[in-house]
């Protein structure tokens, strides 16, 4: 049986995207202390990164992005025997994979405050499309780099995240895990 390419690439994009998203979520959790950069002002005088990023978040983001990975491990088998009635096989996860996903994830996360910094933007600050985004553009340019994807994949992930990262962050508002709705 055929199965269309927009089908497949929808569903295997969450392959990549829950690691992701749970390397992006948990760092909220983690009530970390200790700012990646140290408490350090860039050549602009402002902070590198800011006190939202913190290594516990780092840490804590890479922990659980490898543990949602490896949930996927332990189903992979299953589903891939039902994707194999339709000549599909998931992008391969393995430790590693979903280890430098989430990492993946949280360079960008980075990337993203480094330049909300540059652009004088405080700590905190509602940075449209660039907050949605970052650790997805990161998480793929690294799943890009150890496991298998497909351009329909990147395109799904960059278009359904920004909806349902807005969506997951107002519920966390609501949950009073955040302390803002974005
Ligand atoms: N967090 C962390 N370490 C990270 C990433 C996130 O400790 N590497 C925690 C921080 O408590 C942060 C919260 O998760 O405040 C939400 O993350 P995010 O929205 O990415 O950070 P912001 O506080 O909005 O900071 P920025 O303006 O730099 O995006
Ligand atoms: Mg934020």
Known sequence: MEIAWWWRDFVFA???LFPAYAANMFPTLA??????DFGRNFSDGRRIFGDGKTWEGLGFGVLMGALIGALEMALAPGLNEYAAQYGLALPEMN???AFM????ALTGDLAGSFLKRRMGMERGADAPLLD????IVGATVFAYLFTSITPGMILFMLVVTPAIHRAACIAGYKLGVKKVPW
């Open 132 to 135: 949605q985004l970052n650790f």
């Open 95 to 97: 430790l590693f994979v």
């Open 31 to 36: 009530r970390g202390r200790r700012p990646i």
């Open 14 to 16: 969450w392959w990549i």
């Open 101 to 104: 996903i989430a990492l993946g």
